[in-house]
């Protein structure tokens, strides 16, 4: 490989995570497909590209970038990490469980992790371990994502006071999270304080565009019938 060559694939690479970072996820793959072609090896690029995948929903092809990465260097904490990503959308909890856990042996102070393996056990109802988790995360620094995270969890334990003090918590961080105030309007509706729940719910639309299909849809439902009422 020359000199000439290996610029190019660095260029193609920079290029590459440049779209990607963009959500041009495509156009991402083609470039780092094309800086993989002339470095076989450039582990990087198959990490990106990974990434790119598993935003396309390629999670098998994201699977066979990081396979290869890891088979080369067993270290890499990132390449553990997003193929815990790849496997969850599989549904393959066992196979993402593990992955993540090697990503944290291999990096152990990174909250990332911890708020991922939380998500995981979650999914898995194992609520101890996701609380423990999010817990970790708090600690590490990212204490929006870790509250976050605790909210989802009490709300799926049902336990609607905690997941609103959660809620609020990453509202004083975040105080134009309409994400936030939606789902904490919904749960002050639960447990009877309508006033509260339309005040957020109004907050929370007013920037709709944000949120995602199903959460807005509940939230405007519900607004409208609270305000019926």
Aim: one cysteine or more; a negative charge; proline letters at 2%.
């Amino acid at each position: 490989m020359n000199w000439l060559s290996k610029k190019t694939a660095e260029q193609y690479y920079l290029e590459g995570t440049t779209q990607s970072i963009k959500g041009n996820f495509k156009k991402a793959i083609k470039l780092l497909s094309k800086a993989i072609e002339l470095l076989p090896e450039y582990q990087d690029a198959y990490i990106h590209r990974s990434i790119a995948y598993i935003n396309q929903g390629e999670n098998d092809h994201a699977l066979a970038d990081l396979n290869y990465v890891i088979e080369k260097n067993s270290g890499n904490d990132i390449a553990y990490y997003n193929r815990s990503i790849a496997n969850m959308g599989f549904g393959k909890t066992d196979l993402a469980l593990a992955d993540i856990e090697s990503a944290i042996l291999l990096a152990p102070k990174e909250a990332e992790y911890y708020n991922h393996r939380s998500i995981i056990h979650s999914v898995r109802e194992e609520f101890e371990l996701a609380l423990d988790d999010a817990e970790m995360v708090i600690e590490l620094g990212n204490t929006k994502a870790g509250h976050n995270n605790r909210a989802i969890i009490f709300e799926k334990v049902r336990d609607y006071p905690a997941a609103i003090n959660e809620w609020t918590k990453v509202l004083k961080e975040d105080p134009n999270n309409p994400k936030a105030y939606c789902r904490r309007g919904i749960l002050y509706e639960k447990v009877g304080n309508n006033k509260s729940a339309i005040n957020d719910l109004i907050k929370g639309l007013k920037r709709k565009e944000q949120l995602m299909g199903d959460i807005r849809e509940q939230a405007e439902n519900l607004l409208q019938k609270l305000e019926i009422t």
